[in-house]
């Protein structure tokens, strides 16, 4: 571990928010309602109660050694081989996934604001800006965070606040017309985007000084709260003034800036709240290919990350160049395979490595200390 990089706890959860409500305001509010209707409340409780236990888990192997990351951890473990086994569907599963939050952005900007632009001219630029972030280091990135989060979230609270008049709460009910069912299948694909991906955010954890430990779990888990209220007071705005729609609508807290009308003096602001929103694209797409960069130095047991910036940057380009041509197919990866395949790739070595970490505390405490062992002489 590089100990001359490092941040407070304070900051590190600020990076964790921007991980989880990056890109997710802009893009779990409409599918969600359109999967559970007015029921997308419950559905992010329950999606919510199962990354809990995810950062649970995170929180519990970092308390164990706060000096080692989870492949460090896996390694002390259970060996080299196993967890290098274990870890390359993990790190190609974080490829595709920083070449899907890029996707995201160009089929954003294509479907808003840049429609003439190609695509690939995008996403290009965005790769070009991720790169020069995540090379900056997560010192950098973390003072940028505080700006450019109080930025984001003024912008969604502002949103919020300026369509109030549009309000129907009446839209609200009912709460599940459709029963359970369709309040699960959306639990499901949220809880596959964005709380699945929370696990990788254990591979930077080790950055958090030292003096700053012991409060670092309980930042976690109100940045957590947070993204979820974040969340669930857009899907509740989306349907009070959307009603129906605000399913079939893509990108609807975009939309609703579209709304926004107030005696000819502010109108058509829905520029400005689509760049604010991009800062979360952009930010989370950072943070991503700095903790990619970090498992290949690790996995690779390399000397310094920055060299492989542009290398593994180019290469999630032309995944998302190449992988997801069809945006009906990406919807559908999405909504039914990611779940299970974060499950897969990025649950399962983290269940094993908190497995292995459990049995062998408890083999330290059962076993007795070596003067014990010595049999008791009988006069």
Known sequence: MNKQASVSSFHMALLFLFFMTGSSIVIVPSPLTNMAGNGAGISLLIAMAAGTLLLGGVHYLYRQSPNRSLIEQGRLMLGSRLTLVLLIPFTCVMFWNVAGIVIEIGIFFKSTML??????????????????????????????????????????????????????????????????????????????????????????????????????????????????????????????????????????????????????????????????LIIGFYFKASILLLILMRTLKELLRLSNERLLVFPVAFICLLLSLTTYTQESKMEEIVNVTWPLLNSLAYGLPLLLIIAATFIRKRMKRSKPPSGENRETEVP
Not at 184 to 205: D, K, M, T, W
């Open 115 to 276: 429609k003439e632009t190609p695509t690939y001219a995008v996403s290009t630029l965005f790769f070009l800006m991720i790169a020069l972030t995540a090379m900056a280091g997560i010192e950098a990135m973390a003072r940028m965070a505080v700006i450019l989060l109080a930025l984001m979230f003024g912008f969604i609270i502002l949103v919020w606040l300026l369509v109030a008049p549009l309000y129907h709460p009446e839209y609200l009910l009912p709460v599940m017309p459709e029963g359970l069912p369709p309040v699960l299948h959306a639990a499901y694909v949220v809880y596959g985007f964005p709380y699945s991906e929370l696990i990788v955010f254990s591979i930077i954890l080790p950055f958090v000084r030292s003096e700053d430990t012991p409060r670092l779990g309980k930042q976690l888990y109100i940045a957590l709260a947070i993204n979820t209220l974040t969340l669930m007071a857009s899907v509740i705005c989306s349907i009070m003034v959307l009603g129906p729609l605000s399913g079939d609508l893509k990108y609807s807290l975009f939309q609703l800036a579209r709304l926004i009308y107030i005696q000819e003096i502010i109108e058509r602001i829905e520029s400005v709240i689509g760049f604010s």
